[in-house]
């Protein structure tokens, strides 16, 4: 199956995301993730590049943990192997302040257009925010 759109199983992968506040409720990010599907039994490794432009909507919070919802557009494309297309995601997220820094965990599920079929991703994401 090396060329399905998605690979089976998990895969593991590192992003940055830089994102411009507009206001104190709304910003613009973009982010670059790669991911390495290392997990399929059957298949070879597979690498994605997945670009993602986002709004990033800061809901009000109690105490000092800080919730968002996200949502945009971007592309699930494979470095080798296998087919790919552009994405549309949504998610949900949560920022933890420290001092200097934050820590965050999000959900971030992305719609998968393909040529001739679609695909789902869940990626749940944990991080440092500077």
């Given at each position: ?41 059957s ?13 990033i ?9 800080v ?64």
């Amino acid at each position: 199956m090396g060329d399905a759109l998605l690979p089976d199983g998990l895969s593991i992968g590192l992003r940055g995301r830089g994102a411009l506040p507009i206001n104190a409720d709304l910003s613009v990010g973009a982010s670059l993730g790669v991911g390495a599907h290392l997990f399929a039994d059957s298949e070879p490794t597979r690498y994605v590049l997945n670009p993602q432009a986002s709004l990033i909507v800061t809901l009000p919070s109690e105490g000092p943990n800080v919730r968002y919802v996200l949502g945009g557009f971007g592309g699930f494309l494979p470095l080798s192997g296998g087919k790919g297309g552009p994405t549309i995601h949504g998610g949900y997220g949560m920022a933890f302040p420290l001092r200097q820094t934050s820590l965050f965990i999000e959900g971030n599920p992305s719609l998968i257009i393909g040529e001739s079929e679609t695909g789902f991703v869940l990626a749940a994401r944990t991080g440092v925010i500077f």
